[in-house]
């Protein structure tokens, strides 16, 4: 006898069909989570930046950099895409280079 998983068995006695996400759902969803995956680059930044790690924050800083590029390209002028996020933490970094008397990235280059 095949061992089958009860919730198959069951929707298929319900007369179930499987759930087509419509693309448009899927996208929305999609934009959330890079969303969500911008606010855990930002918030390492800000850990790394805490921890005095100031080379791993740098490399962080690209990563957003980056990843807002993309967005930009992407999305346009959409209305929720903001530089704000990208300038604070270029401010923050310059900051925290400034107090540890290390030369400060070139951060004029990103307008």
Do not use: Y
Not at 9 to 32: D, H, K, T
Not at 78 to 100: K, N, P
């Amino acid at each position: 006898m095949v061992q089958r998983r009860w919730s198959t068995l069951v929707g298929r006695m319900a007369g179930l069909s499987q759930v087509r996400v419509p693309v448009e759902r899927i996208e929305r969803v999609n934009q959330a989570l890079r969303r969500r995956l911008d606010d855990a680059v930002d918030q390492v930044f800000r850990q790394a930046c805490l921890n005095g790690d100031l080379d791993t924050a740098k490399e962080l800083l690209a990563v957003l950099v980056s990843m807002h590029d993309r967005r930009q390209e992407k999305f346009g002028s959409e209305r929720r895409i903001s530089d704000d996020t990208v300038r604070r933490a270029q401010e923050e970094l310059a900051r925290r280079l400034r107090e540890g008397k290390l030369p400060a990235p070139d951060l004029q280059s990103r307008s």
